[in-house]
């Protein structure tokens, strides 16, 4: 056969096969030019799921007849004036986006240039220019889309399915520029000129009024910086729907930042729970790669390991400054309106006598209820307030004094008049995670090595994060060239190695990286610590409430349970007036 050159509605077709996946990315392409344009209001409508029609309308600069002629010409763009693709400033700069839609479909544009006569409409089907009496910004409707092409027709999926599709483009947009209104099918609005906070509450919802935590860091140079919000532990979602994340002001959904937000939660949520984040990561524009998929979700660092352990460290940083000192107050709630910060008062006492409670109590070796944890000991010991009663020290610390236990399972605790509860179950399964989790882990080497057999790139791929699991205990090398051999393994632990071992190489060569191992090792120190704490339904005397107590304020992240539920909550006796109508 010979060789020829496609005619162009073909080459169009086949770029949009990238291009233009489903409604929400008609969607995203025409949002992403009108903000271009310079829009700060826009308005989409979507009918029957996208299928029968999509319309952007917006009031940015519009366009005069000539460019309104070349914007549906293939690589006609006006974004790259000077022909630098390291320097791209606009969200658009490929020049695809209309012609590939105008392909699959029967799309019109309206628009209107300050200095033109009148608006102009280009049927991007005939290619036919018409003056028309529009007179603001630009329309695009995108009508039958898929029509032409049938088999690309039967991929979509029902119309609410796609709607949400088209909702969660929207509100990444919406989060990237809160400058911008935008309104889709009259039903959804995120008005112009929100803060960041109340443009998360209108995308994510109310219920994460006060429970977001703000994140504000940089690697130490103007390279690396890290700010948004990230929500406590307690506050999550079944999916990521609610993870916002951003590379010098774009949406992106890519590995390396998604994989470094789990592994910063891994001790606090569990693996299928998802944390809800409105991330804004700022590099220098030289160090990433924006131009990697025509769809523009994912980019690629130049040092993706540096950027990996960066954001686990403030992200770890930020959880366990907090988790250990704010509990919040969920019972009160209904009671009290949202804008009350109703443990601000608590968290500053807590904060202002943290550091000398770090001379009181003393980590222990070992968990036990005994006469060491009792007041007289702990006001022997106290370098503070030697002469004051026990029940003065207790009330300097952070979680105060115990009071009584209910339904033995909450202890009761009293503080500056706040009322504490302490789920006791949560708070040992937590100080007996931790405890066990900062031990060495112990390595058992092997008298006969387990031989894993496997393909010669699964080989190459585990032996690129060797180093990384001798941390975690696993010490092995490639035996020839299609198998692995485990010389030494985490000891008492028993898994099937040759699975562990695909998984790792799978997740390797997907994201350059490998969590499994030590997500596998962090749920079995989960597990262990659930089944060796102290149950509910154990009855405590008031010497093992307070040190239970003792012990939740000396664990890292003592606020939340390895699970993610909450240790202890604090209830200021502001709110107890307000149950009891006394405010
Ligand atoms: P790209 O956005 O990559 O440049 P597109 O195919 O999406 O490519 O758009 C082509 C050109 O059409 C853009 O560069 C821009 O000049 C113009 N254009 C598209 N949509 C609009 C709009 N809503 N308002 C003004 N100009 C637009
Ligand atoms: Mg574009």
């Avoid at 791209?88 to 799309?107: K, Q």
């Avoid at 003792?550 to 209830?571: A, F, M, S």
């Amino acid at each position: 056969m010979p060789v020829r050159v496609l005619p162009d509605f073909l080459v169009n077709q086949i770029a949009a096969g990238e291009v233009v996946e489903n409604p929400a990315s008609v969607v995203k392409e025409l949002v992403e030019n009108a903000l271009d344009a310079g829009a700060d209001q826009i308005v989409i409508d979507v009918v029957d799921g996208g299928r029968t029609s999509i319309t952007v309308v917006d009031n940015g600069r519009g366009m005069n007849r000539e460019d309104l002629a070349k914007s549906v010409m293939r690589h006609a763009t006006s974004k790259l004036p000077d022909d630098d693709l390291t320097n791209i400033t606009y969200m658009g700069f490929r020049g695809e986006a209309l012609p590939s839609i105008a392909s699959v479909s029967d799309m019109t544009i309206d628009t209107y240039c300050a200095g033109e006569p009148n608006g102009w409409q280009l049927n991007a089907t005939t290619g036919e220019i018409k003056p028309s009496n529009w007179d603001g910004g630009t329309r695009i409707r995108v009508q039958n889309l898929f029509a032409r092409t049938p088999a690309r027709l039967k991929f979509l999926r029902g119309d609410r399915a796609e709607i949400m599709s088209v909702l969660d483009v929207v509100k990444r947009l919406a989060m990237a520029r809160r400058d911008v209104g935008f309104v889709l099918n009259n039903k959804w609005f995120f008005p112009k000129n929100q803060d960041l906070l109340e443009r998360m509450a209108a995308v994510m919802g109310d219920d994460i009024m006060g429970r977001m935590l703000e994140v504000s860091a940089d690697s130490g140079s103007t390279e690396l910086s890290l700010t948004g919000f990230i929500s406590e532990p307690t506050l999550r979602r079944a999916s990521s729907v609610d993870q916002f994340l951003f590379v010098n002001g774009r949406p992106i959904k890519d590995k390396v930042v998604v994989g470094a937000l789990r592994a910063a939660y891994m001790d606090v949520m569990h693996a299928r729970e998802f944390p809800l984040c409105a991330l804004f990561l700022s590099i220098n524009p030289h160090n990433v790669d924006v131009n990697v998929s025509p769809a523009k979700t994912e980019v690629h660092f130049l040092e993706p390991s540096h950027v990996r352990a960066f954001i686990i460290k403030t992200l770890r940083s930020r959880l366990a400054e907090t988790m250990n000192l704010v509990a919040r107050v969920d019972m009160v709630q209904s009671v009290v309106p949202h804008q009350m910060n109703l443990t601000s008062s608590v968290s500053d006492n807590i904060r202002n006598c943290a550091p000398h409670v770090m001379h009181v109590c003393a980590p222990k070796d070992d968990y036990k209820f005994d006469k060491r944890h009792g007041p007289e000991n702990v006001a022997s010991v106290a370098p503070v307030a030697p002469v004051v009663s026990v029940d003065d020290v207790f009330n300097d610390m952070p979680l105060g004094r115990a009071i009584g236990q209910i339904g033995d399972k909450y202890i009761l605790a009293e503080k500056d008049n706040n009322l504490i509860i302490v789920d006791q179950h949560a708070a040992h399964e937590r100080i007996t995670y931790e405890r066990v989790r900062t031990h060495a882990i112990k390595v058992q080497p092997l008298l006969t090595p387990i031989v894993v057999n496997m393909r010669a790139e699964d080989v190459v791929a585990v032996g690129q994060v060797a180093n990384e699991l001798k941390l975690s205990g696993l010490v092995l090398d490639a035996f020839g060239d299609d198998a692995i051999a485990i010389f030494e393994k985490p000891a008492d632990w028993d898994l099937n190695w040759g699975d562990l071992l695909h998984d790792i190489a799978d997740e390797v060569r997907e994201n350059g990286h490998s969590v499994q191992l030590n997500e596998k090792l962090h749920l079995k120190l989960a597990n262990w610590a659930c089944h060796h704490s102290v149950r509910a339904g154990q009855k405590l005397d008031l010497n093992q409430m307070n040190a239970l107590l003792r012990d939740i304020e000396n664990t890292t992240r003592g606020g939340q349970c390895n699970h993610g539920r909450p240790v202890y909550k604090i209830i200021p006796i502001s709110d107890l007036d307000i149950i009891f109508e006394r405010s």
